[in-house]
Structure formats: C-alpha cells, structure tokens
C-alpha cells in the first residue's frame, strides 16, 4: 500500500504543470521604456523648469515682500520735518517695490493728491506686473501635462490593440498587458508633473497676492500722511 502510494505522488509530480513565472518589473523599468520616451522625456523637462522656474521667482517674490519695519515712520518723520532729500534717500536706498512706489509719490509732490494717488498706482501695477511675470507658464504646464500624459497612454493603447489585430494566431494576453501598463505610466506622469505645477503655481499667486496687499496697504499710509500735512 505504501509503495502504491508513493508511485501515485511520483506520478502527479511528474505530471504537475510547473508554476508560471512572473517576471517583476521595476518603476524605472516602465517609466524609461522604449516606446513612451517621446512623451516621459518633455514631462522630465516640464517638471525640473517647473522646479527651477518656482525656486527663482520664490527668491523674487521673497525679496518683494521684504521690508523694514520702521520704513513708514521713517517716511513719515522726514516728511513732517520737511526733510523730503532724506526721504527720497530712504526710497533709493531700499530696493523692494513699496520703496519705490513711495519714491514715484514723493517725486511728485507738489501736485493734486489724485496725481500723486495715480502715479503710486501706476508704480504699484507695474512692480506687481514683475513679479507676475511668467508665472503663467506654471499654469500651462499644469494644464498641458495629464493631457500630454493621456495622449501617450491612448497612443499606446492603440498600437497594443493594433498589435493584436495584426497577428491574432499570435495573440497573447501576457504581450497585450505588457503593453497597456507601459503606454499607462505615462498618463501617471503626466499627472504628477500636472499637480506639482498646479501647487507651485498656487503658491506664487498666494505670495503675490500678500504683495498686493502690502503695496495697497502702504498707498494708503502715504496717502493719508499727505492729507495730514495738506
């Protein structure tokens, strides 16, 4: 009986198919494959300017929105004082947007206070219209790259299935994966360099926009300082 069971085993050892073997696939495997490189590699150039591009206008930004505390009451002292070449001094020796918006309205002293209002404004927009400056380009891109990613993935998918239809005694549903989760990952890509240039770009406009506040808040203060002493 032993050794009838012992042939049965052998038998169905022999005759056990042998497990499949699945051959694993690394990210970097997928992300560089031949036949999405054509569009991986406009998203690698995409993501590092976007990077670049928001680390230089940050330091910008930054720098803008820097200012000395005392600035305004220095401002306000040589003004009551009469000291207007100390003042203008001050402005020319600060160089962050409020300083020289208040230096556009001291230059203009001596003339309606809705000219000097305007000029401040005019220097204000423009300070502000700097600091814009291609920011926009964050926007396009976090717009432009999932579609770029998307076109990539359709592409694949089309020769996969074009593959397929081509050769239909040969088809195989291991090759017809293979190729689907490759032509994938680029629509993977495309949205994450879509997203990280989407918070970058948020974030600028939010630091901007506390320029923008700023620069309203200090028209204001001058304003009213040339109102006290009209």
């Not at 001050?90 to 000029?119: F, Q, V, Y």
């Not at 005019?122 to 400056?133: F, Y």
């Not at 717009?143 to 076109?151: D, K, N, S, V």
């Amino acid at each position: 009986m032993t050794v009838l069971l012992a042939a049965v085993n052998d038998s169905m050892a022999v005759g056990a198919a042998p497990e499949p073997h699945i051959e694993e696939t690394s990210y970097f495997q997928l992300v560089f494959a031949v036949n999405s490189l054509w569009i991986i590699i406009p998203l690698i150039l995409m993501l590092a300017f976007a990077i670049y591009f928001f680390i230089k206008k940050w330091l910008v930004v930054n720098r803008a929105s820097q200012e000395d505390g005392n600035f305004m009451n220095n401002i306000r002292d040589f003004i009551h004082d009469g000291k207007l070449d100390s003042a203008v001094a001050l402005c020319r020796g600060n160089n962050n947007p409020t300083a020289r918006m208040i230096d556009k309205g001291l230059s203009r002293l001596g003339r309606p206070l809705d000219d000097i209002r305007t000029a401040i404004e005019n220097e204000g927009n423009l300070e502000v219209a700097r600091l814009e400056k291609g920011v926009s380009a964050l926007a396009t891109i976090a717009a432009i790259a999932p579609m770029l990613g998307f076109l990539g993935t359709v592409v694949g998918m089309v020769g996969a299935f074009h593959n397929m239809a081509a050769d239909p005694n040969n088809f195989n549903i291991g090759t017809l994966s293979s190729g689907i989760y490759t032509a994938m990952i680029t629509t993977v890509g495309g949205l994450i360099v879509g997203i990280v240039a989407l918070v970058l770009h948020n974030i600028l406009i939010s630091r901007i926009s506390n320029v923008v506040y700023m620069l309203e808040v200090r028209t204001t203060e001058f304003m009213d300082l040339l109102h006290e002493n009209a």
